[in-house]
């Protein structure tokens, strides 16, 4: 089974400022899709960024930018230019590209990572 | 605006009630989900359904009870809950898979007396 890590449970930064959320994940399959997403206070999860596992470049929309080391299996998350309506739970999540199988269709979270902008 | 609406809001019921969470998304998806939030913790997988048939069941109590009625509905039926089943419920939908992102809702905070 696939596992997704995030191993700061907070983190904290300046407005303007960039900050990176970590996250790396476990698994034996070649293809696969992997997303940011966040949570504000509101409780809508929102889809902040994605990444096909096939693609070598990273993705990229607006100020949010990701680090994808298919080797090392990782898959950070940078935001620069924070702005106070970053603050949010940011979650990373993984699904499996191969068809068939219970558990296709399946996203699996990390654990989440609590970011703080500080004015 | 959010393009999957969840109602109600807020739901508190007692250990012997019935009640129903609902669904709705008129993106055309044919994948669509339910999870569990509890707070500060990832959401957790209940069911997907695919083509409005049961694709994905994680070993949840028969206590919830979903169903599918069309491809833009979704519903969570709950019956004898327990104090611990109190969460956050997340409904969601997608392209089947892939990598189509999961649309939320807002989500219904439900509280079990």
């Known amino acids: 089974a696939q596992t997704v890590t995030q191993s700061q449970p907070e983190m904290s930064v300046q407005e303007a400022e960039t900050v990176t959320l970590s996250c790396t994940y476990d698994t034996s399959e070649s293809d696969y899709y992997l997303f940011w997403y966040k949570q504000p206070p509101s409780r809508q999860m929102i889809l902040v960024i994605r990444?096909?596992?096939?693609?070598?470049q990273n993705a990229t929309e607006n100020r949010f930018s990701v680090n994808f080391q298919k080797a090392a299996k990782s898959f950070s998350l940078k935001i620069s230019d924070s702005q106070l309506g970053d603050a949010a739970m940011y979650f990373c999540a993984y699904r499996s590209a191969g068809a068939g199988g219970t558990s296709y269709g399946k996203l699996t979270f990390g654990q989440g990572t609590i970011l703080t902008v500080h004015p | 605006d959010t393009e999957v609406t969840q109602t109600p809001k807020h739901l508190v019921m007692g250990m012997t009630n019935k009640k129903s969470l609902k669904c709705e998304q008129h993106m055309g998806h044919r994948a669509m989900y339910w999870y569990k939030q509890k707070a500060k913790k990832p959401p957790e997988l209940m069911f997907v359904y695919s083509y409005e048939k049961l694709s994905i069941n994680e070993s949840v109590p028969s206590r919830f009870s979903p169903e599918c009625p069309n491809s833009s509905l979704l519903n969570l039926h709950l019956h004898a809950l327990q104090p611990e089943d109190s969460a956050l419920y997340l409904c969601?939908?997608?392209?089947?898979?892939?990598?189509?992102?999961?649309?939320f809702g807002n989500g219904t905070r439900l509280t079990v007396t």
């Open positions: 969601a939908s997608s392209q089947v898979f892939g990598n189509s992102p999961l649309h």
């Open positions: 990444q096909e596992a096939y693609k070598q």
